[in-house]
């Protein structure tokens, strides 16, 4: 993974290196953040959230993603990709959204903004 970082967020990807269905694992340590950051590419749409599910600690970026959905690898629960927010037991709290854009070729995060999808443009 190539990453730089900007005041305008921090370059995770080219545009494309994501494929449709996958996930990128952005370390704590590349994000500043408490907690690995997972960018999921559904359906030409790009989002991120926390890493970790709130309910068993799994990796979310191993999970399964489908229909605007993350199901953790190990208890299966689902969260919204959008929103973070489970839809379905037996996680009961949201993990965070952060934004993500696409722009000028590459997929950027901004970790801490308030999470919303970007379509991908190519």
């Known amino acids: ?6 005041g305008t967020g921090i370059r995770v990807a080219a545009e494309g290196d994501i494929e449709d269905g ?3 694992k952005v370390p704590a340590e590349t994000t500043g953040h408490d907690d ?3 960018v999921f ?8 959230l926390d890493d970790t599910c709130s309910h068993g600690q799994a990796s ?3 999970g399964w993603i ?7 690898p190990l208890h299966s629960a689902r969260f919204c990709l959008k929103s973070g927010e489970p839809q379905c037991m037996p996680a009961t709290a949201a993990v965070r959204a952060h934004r993500v854009e696409v722009h000028d070729g590459a997929i950027w995060l901004h970790p801490g903004a308030p ?3 970007e379509e991908a443009t190519g």
């Open 41 to 48: 590419h559904d359906g030409g749409t790009y989002y991120a």
């Open 115 to 117: 999470g919303s999808g």
């Open 36 to 38: 690995a950051i997972a």
């Open 1 to 6: 993974m190539s990453t730089s970082i900007t």
């Open 66 to 72: 489908e229909g605007g959905e993350v199901e953790c």
């Open 60 to 62: 979310l970026s191993d």
């Open 22 to 24: 996958e996930a990128l």
